[in-house]
């Protein structure tokens, strides 16, 4: 099986997922809708890919066709955790052609040439704001929003405001290092969310994880690779996780 090299998307599966699991969720049904939702990515990704180059080259190139290869494992997963969910969740559909919808977005955009742009950044920044909530309701089979728990609503809007601050700070690092905007809008950003969160949210002690956020984006420098800047981001996501956890599980 082949993973898509875009190591940073897996934590947006994950850190969401694992802030639910503790609250909750963390049932035979919860870890089926996670391993579907997680091999839904590498579905995206692949099939998404082979969609791209057959468009660009007019035929199915050896290229394309070896990106669908390389979905079809992922493939199986998919469909055998989704027929387990939709079969006693029929709702879920309705979800389903959602995400098709978000997907053939980010087909476009990798097709246009802007598949690192933001806007692509900020439909992976969406789905993982979803799912805590998603998670939660197909744990519980509840197909409608209306009460779901406040850990919840608060996991989401957590997930949301970590992930920005996310994108934009290692954009800043890598990609757009030599445009110093993006330096400035990942410290605005990152003293906004901890200011909202110290002054509006309860507990107080949620605000430490994006202290820690904010701190990490004023003192790491370009010049790291890659996989630094993945620990430091998966050690300010742990204690965002632990933060949550302690304070509504």
């Not at 993006?182 to 994880?209: C, K, Q």
């Amino acid at each position: 099986m082949k993973f898509p090299p875009q190591h940073g998307a897996w934590a947006f599966l994950i850190v969401p997922a694992a802030m639910v699991a503790f609250l909750g969720a963390g049932n035979l049904v919860g870890l089926i809708f996670f391993l579907t939702w997680v091999s839904g990515y590498p579905v995206s990704y692949f099939i998404g890919r082979a969609i791209v180059a057959r468009v660009r080259r007019g035929s199915w190139t050896a290229k394309a066709k070896g990106e669908l290869r390389w979905a079809l494992p992922w493939v199986a997963f998919c469909v055998v955790g989704g027929s387990i969910l939709v079969a006693s969740r029929p709702w879920l559909l309705l979800y389903g052609i959602v995400l098709v919808g978000l997907w053939s977005i980010s087909v476009y955009l990798s097709w246009a040439g802007r598949e690192r742009g933001i806007t692509n950044d900020l439909l992976l920044i969406g789905l993982a704001s979803i799912e805590p909530i998603l998670m939660f309701q197909v744990v519980k089979n509840h197909a409608t929003i209306s009460g779901i728990p406040h850990s919840i609503w608060m996991a989401a809007f957590l997930s949301l405001l970590f992930f920005s601050g996310s994108v934009l700070h290692v954009k800043s690092l890598i990609r757009e290092v030599k445009n110093r905007k993006w330096h400035y809008a990942s410290l605005i950003f990152h003293v906004f969310a901890f200011m909202i969160i110290l002054i509006f949210l309860n507990p107080w002690y949620l605000s430490i994880a994006f202290m820690l956020a904010l701190l990490r984006a004023i003192l790491l420098k370009p010049g790291h690779r890659p996989g630094v800047l993945g620990a430091v981001e998966a050690m300010v996501a742990t204690f965002l996780i632990s933060c949550v956890v302690y304070a509504f599980g």
